[in-house]
């Protein structure tokens, strides 16, 4: 409950402090990711799934923040975790790469969402939410693609999910 506190006055910070208008990029994108979930079994023992996440995402950003909501399908032996999220993220030292015309803008960030676990039978079912925070390097290659290259950490209050981890590489198109 504590984290839960504490994620939400982080999360109302960082929406306080991005309130300049995103005069300059939105974009649209897809992801791919290879993750880890893990849960606690039947009898306690914690345990965990590997595989690989494909995503979507739409969202805007200016030199300094990132907004982006994106949906990710997660398959594993039969089971299925569906989330969608609201990230921000907070570029780190934009100002220093900006000689060359590739620009290296590393972030942090933090995201909230729901996650939808559904297993082999429909009565194994369960939904949630899911927070966590990301970290990662955005390689804005052209003017109108970008590439983001991140770590991802989430943490459900669900039953069958304790958390996620995903490596997490994206293609996004600015305009």
Request: charged share 20%; net charge negative.
């Amino acid at each position: 409950m504590l984290n839960k506190i504490l994620l939400t006055i982080i999360l109302f910070t960082i929406t306080i402090s991005a309130s300049e208008e995103f005069t300059s990029e939105r974009f649209l994108g897809i992801e791919a990711g290879y993750g880890t979930v893990k849960y606690t079994n039947k009898i306690g023992v914690t345990q965990s799934e590997k595989g690989v996440e494909f995503g979507f995402r739409i969202g805007a950003q200016n030199d300094e923040w990132r907004t982006t909501i994106s949906a990710h399908n997660f398959n594993k032996n039969g089971e299925k975790y569906f989330r969608t999220m609201l990230q921000f993220d907070k570029f780190l030292w934009t100002n220093l790469y900006k000689t060359d015309n590739i620009i290296f803008k590393p972030y942090i960030g933090a995201h909230i969402g729901w996650l939808k676990y559904m297993g082999d039978n429909s009565s194994s079912d369960d939904q949630g939410m899911i927070y966590g925070g990301q970290v990662g390097l955005a390689w804005n290659v052209l003017r109108e693609v970008d590439f983001d290259f991140g770590y991802r950490y989430s943490i459900s209050d669900i039953n069958k999910v304790d958390d996620i981890g995903s490596v997490v590489f994206a293609v996004n198109y600015l305009y």
